[in-house]
Structures are given as structure tokens and as C-alpha cells.
């Protein structure tokens, strides 16, 4: 009797340890999300940018909303408009923000990514990825 005990407990055991192995796998969250992060949301601006060799200034401005954003660098003349914005969490404060530009492009769209890094609430630094990365970063203000 005790060794028929002894027997189904090993057994029993042996069957936990095993479930056990089979169904550890490493748990991942999703590393893109949906929309853009709170944080960023609402309107960013530059200092006023001297253009060398110009009497030229101006300013970039970025408005981040829920599910799109806009950005309009200083001296470039056409602006970026990201639709059905996504995103991924680096790190604390860093973030890469895509969206889809349909304007002008092929049916769609052309994606469209950048990498910000959040300083505090009101203080951001904005830099294209991909297409967009030869045009410098900036830090942007909230207004």
C-alpha cells in the first residue's frame, strides 16, 4: 500500500513538473500600441530658428492628438501629417511614433516614423526616422 502511494506520488509529481516546464513560456506585452501615447498629447512648438545667411526665422510645430499628428518643421515647406498613429515605448521618456501619410502617395500610404524623447511634461526633442531623418531634430515646447 505505501509503495503504490509512493509510486502515484512521484508520478503525480513528475506530471506537475512537467506541465509546469511545458507552460513557462516568457510573457511579452505588445510592442506596438494603437494611437499615441497621453503624455505627448497636444500642441508643440520650437524657439524661433534663424535660417545662416537669411534674415529668415521661424518656428516647427507638432499637434499630437489621439489617433494622428501633424507635424510642420521649421523651413520645410510642406508638413507631415500622420494617420492611424502606433507606437512604441523604448524606454521611459523615449518613444517611436508612426502614422500613415495617404496624401500624394501611393493607395496605402507611405508610413511615416519618428523618434521622440520625452525631457519633461513640457519639453520634447522630435527627430524623423526613415524618409524623414535628414531633417535635423528639434526640441519642441507645449503652448
Known amino acids: 500500500m505505501k509503495l503504490n502511494r509512493f509510486t502515484a506520488g512521484i508520478i503525480m509529481t513528475a506530471f506537475i513538473g512537467a506541465g509546469i516546464l511545458v507552460s513557462s513560456q516568457p510573457v511579452h506585452a505588445a510592442s506596438w500600441h494603437s494611437g499615441t501615447p497621453t503624455v505627448l498629447r497636444g500642441k508643440w512648438r520650437t524657439k524661433v530658428l534663424h535660417e545662416s545667411g537669411t534674415p529668415y526665422t521661424r ?3 507638432l499637434s499630437v492628438k489621439s489617433h494622428s499628428f501633424n507635424w510642420h518643421a521649421a523651413f520645410v515647406p ?10 512604441q515605448r523604448l524606454s521611459k521618456g523615449n518613444y517611436i511614433i508612426a502614422g500613415r501619410n495617404y496624401g500624394n502617395e501611393p493607395a496605402g500610404g507611405v508610413v511615416l516614423s519618428y523618434h521622440v524623447r520625452l525631457y ?3 519639453k520634447l526633442y522630435f527627430k524623423g526616422l526613415g524618409t524623414e531623418k535628414f531633417w535635423p531634430g528639434h526640441v519642441y515646447y507645449k503652448y
Open 78 to 87: 510642406d508638413p507631415s501629417f500622420g494617420a492611424h498613429a502606433k507606437y
Open 120 to 122: 519633461n511634461r513640457h
Open 59 to 61: 518656428r516647427g510645430y
